[in-house]
């Protein structure tokens, strides 16, 4: 008997029937004679459809009530998924997550867990209750509502997950674990059984949005073992922990798209100290010099810099992560270059090495990593594993 | 200089649009210098779309989830409000019916307002701010979310006035102001300038929807000036209120449609006496005697007594209400009766008579009653005014 964390996403609960089959898996996990506290998004759509009734009154909403708006849409779907549970005899109860005792600070939009009070919680699950947290937002010391930024579930569930001392934090979304590579976009993409925490972070900071950098970082922090499981199927998912059973060389590609390369010119010496210090430096001569930045970023940054910057163009960065990738660097560029892909930079981190293409050039260079690298030197893993054992 | 409560309910807030036109409402009292705190329904719609999630999931849905779902509708139109008043530069803020320190008992679905601690929202109108509230719910002793039953925003605004000492509630709504009938089903209504506590409660009893029975009784209970004016456009709207200055000796005719007659037959006594404690009896004889029960309630009975009762017939009620009613009974009955009207029952009560009809008579009944006692009776009353002054 374990207590478990279950965090449903916001497809996972996107329509009343996707509620109800919600409901049926934890039941099952029930039946396996566990304890349940599970953490819910709004329902697919719902926050979206708040943003726009905010947005159609201003385009800068006040924070607070932005808060205040979007956390009502995690308390729709917490109610309806007590009732789904109700109705098939299950005892369940929502909280919000002011009940549930999740204190943030006070960043509305993008607050942070500062702690949980678990007595309510632990008095129901005691009780022999399916608790069911509001995910996503938080209550900050004068008692306003609070939101931890989108995705934010994750981070409650996790959170929640650590506060309780639970055996297993179940992340369920729409892929059924975490793969080597996006499978949408690479082929022959394999599942991974187990990821270290340490390699999932670097997974999730390079783009792979199966999880959120800072839940992945949570959960290592507090040794809170992550599942991730389909919620539309069955199977083991992908477990990440501090050491798994089958160390990998080479665990997986990741690929952070929609990138601008923006060059910078005339600009004052603090401001450049600055811009160095946020985003990576691609070239510089004299009174110029190019930076990489999210697409969305170059767009607030031309508001304050006007035309003192320019975007030249698209980039992507694909990142290989491993225990044993460092030594790739050189061999991953070249083997680029055979396939006339330009490589603007590469970047050796420890147990990462990542490269910067043109946008234009992502999706070969995908292929031809992941190809060369993942695979190979997974299969080498396997046959390796099989050879000792 | 005053404090109003102002109620928007949920056609008033049904649309971004007219949420930005409450906000000029809200600021044009600001400008007449008064302190504005504001109790605000869901959008309208938005508790229909709720329920009906609900009800995919449960015929009858656990009472207490189902006020952690529908308390969602407020909480979305309370945010959206202060956002417009912000968006226009007024300091606005909105709070849930927890953070408004609104405590309920744990009735969920039908909840009673026990007290408010009004600290907060003092601290918020003492700085300047319009403060915000969601209407129709509240929180138990256990910190679980409450509703007070549909409609139940008038009585949030009620109950804020009365804990503020607030110098007037002004409840907005789709119509102008109180009538003497309902304007949409008979002819030549007119607006009421002043109406007192006891009439607008008899009227609300007796089936006028523009206020609601238990939220009259409050006001007049603790002496909370009601006034009741449009959404949608200008007016001195009707003034509740202990003693009006031009007292009517009929005041209004209220209508009370979907009655059933039921039928019930071999009953034991003891149920007997509870329906008798409960119902209007019509005719009784041996063992079989008639009730009138509202539509909704005979299907209740039907799944209780089965066979044992029936429906024979559709009534509705029309009473007049006034300080010098209780003598027209008689001629209003011949007055129905010499239009071929049969009268099934007539009551009278202290400032009240009200007769039984068929549904089918309804319409008729009522212009006939209205042009007789109300217009007639309201016409001499000004005609002594204008002869006394």
Known sequence: MALIVQKYGGTSVGSVERIQSVSERIISTLQQGHDVVVAVSAMAGETNRLLHLANQISEVPEPRELDMLLSAGEQVSIALLAMSLNQKGIKAISLTADQAGIHTNNSFNDATIKHIETDLITQWVDKGYVVIVAGFQGRDDQGNITTLGRGGSDTTAVALAAALDADECQIFTDVDGVYTSDPRFVSNTRRLEEVSFSDMHA?????????????????????????????????????????????????????????????????????????????????????????????????????????????????????????????????????????????????????????IVNQADLHRAAEILHKTFVITEQSQDNDLLVAVS
Chains 1, 2 share one sequence.
């Not at 919620?231 to 590609?253: H, M, R, Y």
């Not at 396939?339 to 420890?350: K, L, R, S």
Request: net charge negative; with cysteine; hydrophobic share 40%.
């Open 203 to 355: 997974l999730a900071k390079s783009g792979a949005k199966v999880l959120q950098e800072h839940s992945v970082a949570h959960a290592w922090n507090s040794s809170v073992a992550l599942r991730v499981l389909s919620s539309f199927e069955d199977g083991e998912g992908t477990l990440i922990c501090e050491n798994p059973k089958q160390p990998l060389a080479v665990t997986g590609l990741a690929l952070k798209q929609d990138l601008s390369l923006v060059e910078c010119e005339n600009i004052s010496s603090e401001e450049q100290a600055e811009l160095y210090k946020q985003y990576r430096v691609l070239n510089e001569r004299c009174d110029c010099f190019q930076i990489v930045v999210p697409k969305a970023t170059f767009l607030q940054l031309k508001l304050a810099f006007d035309t003192k910057i320019r975007n030249i163009s698209s980039l992507s960065i694909l990142t290989l992560v491993g225990d044993n990738v460092e030594g790739m660097a050189e061999s991953a560029c070249n083997q680029l270059l055979a396939n006339d892909i330009d490589v603007h930079q590469y970047d050796i981190e420890p147990k990462s090495v990542s490269v």
